[in-house]
C-alpha cells in the first residue's frame, strides 16, 4: 500500500464479518491483523464475558482504549475493533488520526443468522436479540459513519470473495491516481 497511513481499522457491529474478513484482507494488503477482543482475552488470560462480570461495561472500555492505543500506535497492522469502540470520541480520533477506517456494514438480519449460536458476547445476552440489535444500531450506526473514510457493505459472499472486493475498495482509495495496483500478495490485475 503506497500511503502516508499504513494501518487499517475495520469497524462495525458485531457480526458484521470484521475478524473473519479482517484476516483474509490482511493477508491480501501484507498486514499484521490483530482482533483487539482477541487480544484483549490473550493479554488478560479473561474472556470478554469475564471482564464484562467483574469489571463492568466501562472497566471493558478502558481497557480496550488502552490497548487500541498499543495496537494502533504500530505500523503496517490492520486492528478489528470491538463494536463498541466508536463510543467514544476519543477512540474513533485515535483511529481516524493513525490510519484508513473501514466501516464493515451489514443489516440486522444478517447479524442474527451470523450471531445465531453466539453465546459469548455479553451485549447480546438478552431475551430479545433483535431489538437489542436495533437498539446498538441507534446508537451506534451513525458512529461508524461519522469515523469511516470508507464503507463497505458485507453481503452473503465468501470471506475471501469479500476480502478482495474490500482490497480493491481500500487501494482505489488510498490510491486514487492508479486505482490498479495491486494489493500485495495477490494477482496483478488485467487491464
Same mark, same amino acid.
Given at each position: 500500500?503506497?500511503? @502516508?497511513?499504513?494501518?487499517?481499522?475495520?469497524?462495525?457491529?458485531?457480526?458484521?464479518?470484521?475478524?473473519?474478513?479482517?484476516k483474509q484482507l490482511?493477508?491480501?494488503?501484507?498486514?499484521?491483523?490483530?482482533?483487539? +477482543?482477541?487480544?484483549?482475552?490473550?493479554?488478560?488470560?479473561?474472556?470478554? @464475558?469475564?471482564?464484562?462480570?467483574?469489571?463492568?461495561?466501562?472497566?471493558?472500555?478502558?481497557?480496550?482504549?488502552?490497548?487500541?492505543?498499543?495496537?494502533?500506535?504500530? @505500523? +503496517?497492522?490492520?486492528?478489528?475493533?470491538?463494536g463498541g469502540v466508536?463510543?467514544?470520541?476519543?477512540?474513533?480520533?485515535?483511529?481516524?488520526?493513525?490510519?484508513?477506517?473501514?466501516?464493515?456494514?451489514?443489516?440486522?438480519?444478517?447479524?442474527?443468522?451470523?450471531?445465531?449460536?453466539?453465546?459469548?458476547?455479553?451485549?447480546?445476552?438478552?431475551?430479545?436479540?433483535?431489538?437489542?440489535?436495533?437498539?446498538?444500531?441507534?446508537?451506534?450506526?451513525?458512529?461508524?459513519?461519522?469515523?469511516? +473514510?470508507?464503507?463497505?457493505?458485507?453481503?452473503?459472499? @465468501?470471506?475471501?470473495?469479500?476480502?478482495?472486493?474490500?482490497?480493491?475498495?481500500?487501494?482505489?482509495?488510498?490510491?486514487?491516481?492508479?486505482?490498479?495496483?495491486?494489493?500485495?500478495?495477490?494477482?496483478?490485475?488485467?487491464?
Open positions: 500500500m503506497a500511503h @502516508s497511513q499504513q494501518n487499517i481499522f475495520l469497524i462495525g457491529p458485531m457480526g458484521s464479518g470484521k475478524t473473519t474478513i479482517g490482511a493477508k491480501l494488503l501484507g498486514l499484521t491483523f490483530f482482533d483487539c +477482543d482477541h487480544e484483549l482475552e490473550r493479554l488478560t488470560g479473561a474472556s470478554v @464475558s469475564l471482564i464484562f462480570d467483574i469489571e463492568g461495561e466501562a472497566g471493558f472500555r478502558q481497557r480496550e482504549t488502552r490497548l487500541l492505543d498499543e495496537l494502533s500506535a504500530r @505500523s +503496517d497492522v490492520l486492528i478489528a475493533t470491538g466508536v463510543c467514544f470520541e476519543e477512540n474513533r480520533r485515535m483511529l481516524r488520526a493513525r490510519g484508513f477506517v473501514v466501516y464493515l456494514k451489514t443489516d440486522i438480519e444478517q447479524q442474527l443468522l451470523r450471531l445465531s449460536k453466539d453465546k459469548s458476547r455479553p451485549l447480546l445476552q438478552a431475551k430479545d436479540r433483535m431489538q437489542r440489535l436495533q437498539e446498538l444500531a441507534r446508537v451506534r450506526n451513525p458512529l461508524y459513519a461519522e469515523t469511516a +473514510d470508507l464503507v463497505f457493505n458485507t453481503r452473503k459472499a @465468501s470471506i475471501y470473495a469479500s476480502a478482495k472486493a474490500l482490497s480493491l475498495a481500500i487501494n482505489e482509495q488510498l490510491n486514487p491516481l492508479n486505482p490498479h495496483i495491486a494489493p500485495a500478495n495477490s494477482e496483478p490485475q488485467n487491464k
